[in-house]
């Protein structure tokens, strides 16, 4: 299926993955594609900025160490054993996180690696009026890389200033208690686990996931 749905570009690398049904809605194909508001009309684009959305869309070429494979459905290395997932992967994640994704949700991404995840869950839930999402690793490099890659955007280098997202160095095991400790709508765990962390989940609302 990969070689279906790899692109040369950002844009066709994610119009192929929901060709083929590996992404299926629609909110996750536009916070993944650096171009997807561009394919609606001009009265769209006005209600977007209604709506007060900001226009991250995600690069993911941003976030790869090789540009030549950005734009295939296959994980690549970022270094110290870890990888930036398939995008595939990605879109599965975020579908499933989808219905505690609102704007102005606060998420934790725990194994934040490349910053890719983090940034297409800060598209999902950013807005002018707040959304906050945290990238967590245990290694200080990848947590500096999140945010090196996060900064290559303008809107992303505005999210991160802003505090809107922000990249911390912790043990995902413990979670992470933001300041003011107020839970997390949704916990993403990108770091393998062998059991489950009741840390985890006594910080997640209830409704969460
Ligand atoms: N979602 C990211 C990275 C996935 S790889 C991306 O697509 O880029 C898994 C990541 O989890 C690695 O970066 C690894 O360093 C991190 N990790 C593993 N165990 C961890 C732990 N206990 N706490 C925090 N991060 C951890």
């Known amino acids: 299926m990969a070689w279906r749905c790899s692109g040369k570009t950002n844009e066709e690398l994610i119009t192929n993955l929901f060709k083929n049904g590996l992404i299926k809605s629609?909110?996750?194909k536009s916070a993944m594609s650096k171009?997807?508001?561009?394919?609606?009309?001009?009265?769209?684009?006005?209600?977007a900025v209604l709506r007060l959305r900001s226009s991250l869309q995600v690069d993911r070429a941003h976030f790869c160490p090789s540009p030549?494979?950005?734009?295939?459905?296959?994980?690549?290395?970022?270094g110290y054993a870890a990888t930036i997932s398939a995008p595939h992967m990605?879109?599965?994640?975020?579908e499933s996180l989808l219905p505690f994704l609102k704007h102005g949700?606060?998420?934790l991404d725990i194994g934040s690696g490349s910053g890719y995840l983090t940034a297409v869950l800060a598209e999902l839930v950013c807005s002018k009026e707040g959304g906050k999402v945290v990238g967590l690793e245990h290694i200080k490099?990848?947590?500096?890389?999140?945010?090196?890659?996060?900064?290559?955007?303008?809107?992303?280098?505005r999210l991160v200033e802003d505090g809107r997202v922000s990249f911390v160095v912790g043990d995902g095991r413990l979670g992470w208690r933001d300041e003011g400790g107020e839970e997390w709508d949704a916990i993403h765990v990108g770091a393998a686990a062998v059991t489950l962390h009741s840390e985890i989940i006594e910080q997640l609302k209830r409704p969460g996931r």
């Open 90 to 94: 990605h879109a599965s994640a975020c």
């Open 26 to 28: 629609p909110t996750v």
């Open 105 to 107: 949700a606060k998420v």
């Open 68 to 78: 030549n494979y950005a734009y295939e459905d296959s994980p690549q290395s970022i």
């Open 35 to 47: 171009v997807g508001f561009l394919h609606f009309s001009l009265l769209f684009e006005v209600l």
């Open 141 to 157: 490099a990848l947590r500096d890389l999140g945010e090196s890659n996060m900064l290559k955007s303008q809107e992303g280098r």
